[in-house]
């Protein structure tokens, strides 16, 4: 695998970040979504895999390290995924705007990466609607429990989300508090 082919899977992975459910005022959604946040911020290691598309199979292993905002709800996901020799960078920014999310993964869609444009978080689990030109996804993220947590990443084909890439990440360490 080329280190080109790497980088559309590290866009790929980037799709995987967003979708919108119903949305709480945003009196009730601020503490709620912030407690969120908070929860996922640590050190995360574990396998992914690509499930559709020119890569599918394609199994990769991601050390990342997630940052809770000190303002509004939102998060900082920084690190790498391997996949064989090569490593890619991997980071995503998600930052509370009004009453919904935005936010980078990689670059943005101008650059190498994708826009997060929309998000929700509801229980355990973060939807996050990405877009890159003509690209529609979303990334969601679930907590199965304190120490484990499951990432999908699909994109709009047609009318329909296909999922494209899961992750299943194990936490490492709790975040550290500065």
């Known amino acids: 695998m080329s280190f080109r082919s790497f980088t559309l899977i ?40 690509i499930v ?27 690190g790498t995924c391997r996949v064989g020799v090569f490593s890619q960078p991997m980071k995503a920014v998600i930052s509370q705007v009004g009453n919904g999310y935005q936010g980078k993964f990689l670059d943005g869609a101008e650059g ?7 998000g929700n978080v509801s229980g355990n689990k973060v939807v996050m ?8 996804g979303a990334m969601v993220a679930s907590l199965k429990n304190q120490t484990a947590m499951n990432i999908t990443i699909s994109v709009k ?11 299943s990440l194990n936490r490492q360490a709790a975040a550290r508090a500065d």
């Open 10 to 49: 590290g866009v790929s992975f980037a799709l995987l970040a967003t979708a919108v459910v119903a949305v709480p005022s945003p009196a009730d959604a601020a503490p709620r979504d912030k407690r969120f946040f908070d929860s996922v911020a640590g050190i995360w290691t574990g396998p992914g895999e």
């Open 52 to 78: 559709a598309g020119k890569y599918k199979g394609t199994k990769f292993t991601c050390n990342l390290t997630g940052i809770s905002s000190t303002g509004p709800a939102g998060l900082t996901l920084d």
């Open 112 to 118: 190498k990466g994708l826009d997060i444009i929309s």
């Open 129 to 136: 609607g990405i877009n890159r030109a003509k690209l529609n």
């Open 157 to 167: 084909v047609e009318d329909q989300l296909v999922p494209v890439i899961g992750l």
